[in-house]
């Protein structure tokens, strides 16, 4: 009796192919796999790059394979969708990607010279995919910017593609100027006691900041991320201190938790 070759470890992405292939029989396949389509899918997408990232920034390496696999299952599912539908497959997509990738290196796969600096290569990338969009068609400015990114994430690109044609603060400190009049703005909101205003100036300045964070160079998700887990871990301190008294903090009082924060901020300096 020939094996059946989806038992066949030792392959790669045929196995892998094979497998949605038959997930999504309609005869033979599994019943919440067939149900599915590209919305319902592209939620499950989203969370598992975000698991990639968040194996990477626990420098969780023994578990990265694995959500790296599972990225990856979300890529050959939209493949097989879109095999189904008849628009695209994933040999296609892998195609479609290979030859992008070459247009964009034409330091490596062309006779641009590759004697350039990091930040020259990221303006010329730029520069190319202005040209694809215009090839493309894409309309305004702004058009082709993702709807599904994240908010933080979106503002950003929203503000690097208008700074592309000179909608733009000169520098951080007019940025930081416009701080102050979206806070100014956001306390009276709060003050009238208006909801939807207080919403949106809250909103306002939220982008503010995602802008002066391009103006400094910083990634405002990553600084996130990582003011994230400073609390995460400072608090984390308050509670193990507490702990060590057989308390827990809602049987502490905010002045003594924010003693051993303060506690915790001070281990970390190393003061």
Same mark, same amino acid.
């Given at each position: 009796?020939?094996?059946?070759?989806? #038992?066949?470890?030792? =392959?790669?992405?045929?196995?892998?192919?094979?497998?949605?292939?038959?997930?999504?029989?309609?005869?033979?396949?599994?019943?919440?796999?067939?149900?599915?389509? +590209?919305?319902? /899918?592209?939620? #499950?997408? /989203? *969370?598992?790059? #975000?698991?990639?990232?968040?194996?990477?920034?626990?420098?969780?390496?023994?578990?990265?394979?694995?959500?790296?696999?599972?990225?990856?299952?979300?890529?050959? #599912?939209?493949?097989?969708?879109?095999?189904?539908?008849?628009?695209?497959?994933? $040999?296609?997509?892998? &195609?479609?990607?290979?030859?992008?990738?070459? =247009?964009?290196?034409?330091?490596?796969?062309?006779?641009?010279?590759?004697?350039?600096?990091? *930040? @020259? @290569?990221?303006? =010329?990338?730029?520069?190319?995919?202005?040209?694809?969009?215009?090839?493309?068609?894409?309309?305004? !400015?702004?058009?082709?910017?993702?709807?599904?990114?994240?908010?933080?994430? &979106? %503002? !950003?690109?929203? @503000?690097?593609?208008?700074?592309?044609?000179? +909608?733009?603060?000169?520098?951080?400190?007019?940025?930081?100027?416009?701080?102050?009049?979206?806070?100014?703005?956001?306390?009276?909101?709060?003050?009238?006691?208006?909801?939807?205003?207080?919403?949106?100036?809250?909103?306002?300045?939220? +982008?503010?900041?995602? $802008?002066?964070?391009?103006?400094?160079? /910083?990634?405002?998700?990553?600084?996130?991320?990582?003011? $994230?887990?400073?609390?995460?871990?400072?608090?984390?301190?308050?509670?193990?201190?507490?702990?060590?008294?057989?308390?827990?903090? *809602?049987? %502490?009082?905010?002045?003594?938790?924010?003693?051993?924060? $303060?506690?915790?901020? &001070?281990? *970390?300096?190393?003061?």
């Amino acid at each position: 009796m020939t094996r059946d070759p989806i #038992y066949d470890v030792t =392959d790669g992405i045929p196995r892998l192919l094979e497998l949605m292939r038959r997930l999504r029989d309609p005869e033979t396949g599994c019943p919440w796999d067939i149900e599915q389509d +590209f919305r319902s /899918i592209a939620p #499950y997408s /989203i *969370e598992e790059a #975000y698991e990639v990232a968040d194996a990477i920034e626990r420098e969780a390496w023994g578990e990265l394979e694995s959500e790296l696999g599972d990225l990856l299952l979300q890529v050959v #599912y939209h493949g097989q969708m879109g095999a189904e539908a008849g628009h695209f497959d994933f $040999n296609s997509i892998a &195609r479609m990607v290979t030859s992008k990738m070459i =247009d964009r290196h034409p330091h490596i796969f062309g006779d641009e010279s590759r004697e350039k600096s990091a *930040e @020259q @290569q990221t303006r =010329d990338w730029e520069t190319v995919k202005a040209a694809e969009r215009a090839r493309r068609d894409a309309g305004g !400015v702004l058009d082709d910017v993702a709807l599904g990114l994240p908010a933080l994430m &979106r %503002a !950003v690109k929203l @503000q690097k593609r208008a700074a592309r044609v000179g +909608f733009d603060w000169p520098d951080a400190g007019a940025v930081l100027d416009k701080i102050t009049e979206e806070t100014a703005e956001l306390v009276e909101a709060r003050d009238k006691g208006d909801k939807a205003h207080l919403h949106e100036e809250f909103g306002d300045l939220m +982008f503010v900041m995602a $802008n002066l964070a391009r103006h400094l160079d /910083i990634d405002p998700e990553t600084a996130l991320r990582d003011a $994230n887990a400073k609390f995460t871990r400072r608090f984390r301190s308050v509670e193990n201190a507490l702990a060590t008294e057989g308390r827990r903090p *809602e049987q %502490a009082t905010l002045e003594e938790m924010d003693a051993l924060w $303060n506690d915790a901020k &001070r281990a *970390e300096r190393g003061a």
